[in-house]
């Protein structure tokens, strides 16, 4: 009976130092799920989970990443994602496919804007990554692209990455082959793009 009993308290007691450990929620596509990557701790998620316990922040970082999602997608999955995993921080990282489908950039803004609508009223601080578009999708519709980002943040007052493969996209020996997805090389520079401006909202 006193083993049963030393057996309950150790499982209460992880449960609820887990329950009191805070979420930081990347929420994303297959930029931020790793895709193509040999090891999913190759991918700057992965990475900055390690960051952060490397420099002593106490947070448990969840990639809820999926491959292939667009803002409507997101949209739809993250009310259930909220409520599952209660996080402090959402790290925003969609779109992209939207602009490879070339979708309408006003809906877009808009999914993007009710996730971070819904995040913040859960209680979480969002910070927005954004994308670019290649220019063979011509310079009005990437130009709209990238100010849909600028200007969500603006109205919304979000922290900001302009662009999350900054320093990767151009780069081949960065990119792996289908030059869309970084290589396991590349990853730590967008951890490196990511961290200025989700640095400030640890300690808040």
Not at 110 to 139: I, W
Request: some cysteine; hydrophobic content about 45%; charged content about 15%.
């Amino acid at each position: 009976m006193k083993r049963l009993w030393i057996l309950f308290v150790w499982v209460a007691a992880s449960v609820s130092a887990r329950a009191e450990t805070p979420v930081i929620l990347v929420f994303g596509d297959s930029i931020s799920a790793g895709y193509g990557l040999e090891r999913v701790q190759q991918g700057w998620v992965a990475l900055l989970q390690t960051k952060l316990q490397s420099e002593g922040y106490g947070y448990e970082v969840i990639n809820a990443s999926v491959s292939g999602e667009t803002t409507a997608g997101g949209l739809a999955r993250l009310p259930r994602a909220l409520s599952l995993h209660q996080p402090k921080i959402v790290i925003l990282e969609l779109g992209g496919n939207d602009g490879l489908r070339a979708l309408p950039i006003e809906q877009m803004r808009a999914n993007l804007a009710q996730m971070a609508d819904l995040a913040s009223a859960a209680g979480a601080r969002v910070l927005l990554l954004g994308m670019r578009m290649p220019p063979n999708y011509g310079p009005d519709y990437t130009e709209q692209f990238r100010l849909c980002y600028v200007d969500l943040a603006r109205q919304k007052k979000l922290p900001l990455v302009p662009f999350l493969l900054n320093d990767v996209a151009l780069t081949p020996n960065l990119m792996q082959a289908d030059g869309i997805h970084p290589n396991a090389l590349g990853e730590p520079t967008l951890l490196a793009n990511v961290w200025p401006a989700l640095q400030p909202l640890l300690h808040k």
